[in-house]
């Protein structure tokens, strides 16, 4: 049986990415999850969260190329997108070999 393709929210899609960038280095903070759950709300966060920590890595990238077609994303969008996700990156005041290299692999899944 094939695995259906997820119908998320462009919401949901982006709380996801943004989960999946402050586990880059595999260790969420406070401050990263803060971060992210001030642009929704608690409900739609929680759900986004449990679906990410049920999924491999591979997975994850995966679910995100299987949804990020379902929205067209103008460039503006992506743009202040890309700027969530660096505040993400640089919380801690540095770029991690781990995050540039997902930065790398989002880019080319986003573009």
């Not at 094939?2 to 943004?18: A, C, F, G, R, V």
């Not at 969420?28 to 971060?35: A, G, P, Q």
């Amino acid at each position: 049986m094939k695995n259906k393709k997820p119908d998320w929210s462009k919401t949901e899609l982006q709380i996801y990415i943004m989960l999946l960038c402050a586990n880059a280095d595999k260790k969420e903070t406070e401050e990263e999850l803060e971060m992210i759950q001030r642009n929704t709300s608690k409900k739609t966060f929680l759900k986004m969260y449990q679906k990410f920590h049920k999924h491999s890595e591979k997975k994850r990238l995966k679910k995100i190329e299987d949804v990020i077609d379902n929205h067209n994303y103008s460039q503006m969008e992506l743009a202040a997108f890309r700027r969530e996700m660096y505040k993400i990156f640089f919380s801690d005041g540095k770029f991690s070999m781990l995050e540039e290299r997902l930065d790398w692999t989002l880019d080319n899944i986003l573009y």
